[in-house]
């Protein structure tokens, strides 16, 4: 239990497409973390930003842009970057920050602006870059998804209505969330009314990118306790781990997996491996997990996540959700916050967005799409590059 | 009207056999890790340590992996025919090598003609063409 840090306040921006400056999302949600854990911005002495690659020199700097916008008081500065897992970096610098007895209160912030139009990669001939290969043959994002899910088909019996279930299920849940971008519940006919992008995926169970901004305000328990924060939900465990040799998953962007071939070297999978440190060092078990936020960049890969996180067994997942027990209400209730389906990927912002969702849900404080008596929450996203991060949430 | 010459459209990527073509990688000297594309400075195996590498043709042959398609133009640099023509991309499982390696799929095979598991072989084929030349990439067939 030596490791754990306190959520004192959380904070975010709506995601949207709303085409502002990164900075005012990351301000927005920064005061009304701070707001909310009721300290004074002052009284923090670390600001850990997560980058974005996309909003020029200050997005590279965001810790610093962030304190900046807030008003320079001397706090010490520190940006992450780790594609999609670049707020769950950001927040294990701020914790261990923390545990290390350099600091007691710490602000985390990550934010975004999508890039207008589409990015375009860099001409020429360039064969040294798996990206611009794996475009030039043809193989874009969802390529890779569609890979995932068409698998699942194949080895489990998952069918494309079961990865239609999973978008229902996440447009329910988000519908009634004020920091949602999408609110609308989609049916089945909507679902199949929707173009095909990658066989087996349609447009509508391919997550879109969005702006936005989250915050959380963290500090050490002993400092919780002091300004009467004891009870305040706590950060148990993050995961930050690389890949481990022969990654046996074929991974955005490569057109190649490892090989396995030499002696002594066995497969291994990234997602899989994520959750693996952080069970340990919050010290549950899987069947601890009240609630989870995954990365469903596909509706289908909310499935692989489920399993990942080992909250069912190897190609159990389609079966729980037509069972309903993964919507609000059920045994292992995923994505009540509408997950990716609802808010569009902001990256730097996203991983602790799900941070933000679990501390409203373990506080009792999502009215319609509260999990009741949710006291173990776990998330996991993957970005690429072999960065990923999971992170537990206890009350 | 004479034929076009045929060159690859990634050099030194595949052997331009057009009967029994071989994705070219590399082979670690030391553990037998095999690379493709071709990996020619350092091992990344975490326990091999070695710089040492052989240029080696890959299988011709092995399983789907999974499989998908495009029904949407992708973006440059893929150069699309005008009207776009939805393809077939399958990944497929080397058995020696232990890898798995993406390509398109030869026209005429649905994704629906597909399943994991399946036999798969690998052909030549044009990707696109200009003025001066056709250029040759790989894909996978089903074996026959
Ligand atoms: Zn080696």
Redesign the interface.
Known sequence: MGKEIAILGVGMHPWGKWGRNFVEYGLHAARAAIADAGVRWQDIRFVSGAATMRCGYPGYVAGATFAQALGWQGAEVNTSYAACASGSQALAAARAKILAGECEVALVVGADTTPKG?L??A?GYR?DD?D?????????NP?YF??????RM??YGDTEDDFGLVKIKNSEHGFTNPNARYRKKFTMDDVHAS???????RLLQICATSDGGAALVVSSLDYARRIGRGDAVRVAAVSTVTPT??N?V?EMPD???????????E?HRFRASLPVKAYEEAGISPRDVDVAEVYDLSSALELDWMEDLQLCGRGEAASLVRAGETRIGGRIPVNPSGGLACFGEAVPAQALAQVCELTWQLRGACAERQVEGARVGVTANQGLFGHGSSVIVTR | MTAKPRVAALEGWFTLDEHEPRLLGSRCRQCGTCYFPKQTTYCRNPACDSTEFDEVPLSRRGRVWSCTNAEYKPPEPYVAAEPFEPFTIAAVELEAERMVVLGQVVTGVSVTDLRVGQEMELVLDTLYGDAESDKLIWKWKPAG
């Open positions: 589409f375009a990669p001409k064969p798996p611009w290969v794996r475009f030039l043959i043809g193989i874009t390529s569609a890979l995932y899910a068409r698998r194949d080895l173009p095909m992008v990658a066989h087996p995926l040799f022969a046996e074929l057109i190649a997996t490892d090989s396995a071939a030499a002696a002594a070297i497969t």
